[in-house]
């Protein structure tokens, strides 16, 4: 009896360890670029990615980060999938993000899913822009966490500040 349920453990281990190697990703991308002036600044982007059994396929062109001036923080996450059953398929036109200034933050989530979340989002231009000091510029389109769903369309969508201590969030069809 101890090793008819020493083999039903082992089995189910076994079965555990082959779907957190399914993951996949397919990225085809044209024209990265990020940039960075001036000190201590922060820019990241993800990409493509996928974990826990998740799959992702993206395919995105001119993409563009741009910073100036001091302390600022930018990342762009896009078609990333997450935890066991996760997928994303994301299409992407132009996307960009240019901050100047002092102390800004600026975050772009396109299609992350997470939890078992599907997310297949299909987009034209996303422009972020920030000027002055202290800013902070969010914008998450399709999204989906915990066994949520996402699907999007979405074409032109603009966010632009200037000035000083201002704050611009847009949540577009996420499922958290």
Known sequence: MKKLIAVAVATLFAGAAFAQTGSESKVSADDLKQNQAGML?????????????????????????????????????????????????????????????????????????????KAKVTMGTVTQNQAGMLNNQELKIGAAANGGKSDVKLKNVSQNQAGMLNNQKANVGNAE
């Open 41 to 117: 600044n922060n820019q990241t982007l993800d990409l493509g990615n996928a974990k826990g059994g998740g799959k992702s396929n993206v395919t995105a062109k001119g993409i563009s980060q741009n910073q100036a001036g001091m302390l600022n923080n930018q990342s762009a996450s896009i078609g990333n999938a997450k935890d066991k059953g996760s997928e994303s398929k994301v299409t992407v036109g132009e996307i960009k993000q240019n901050q100047a200034g002092m102390l800004n933050n600026q975050k772009l989530s396109i299609g992350d899913a997470s939890s078992g979340g």
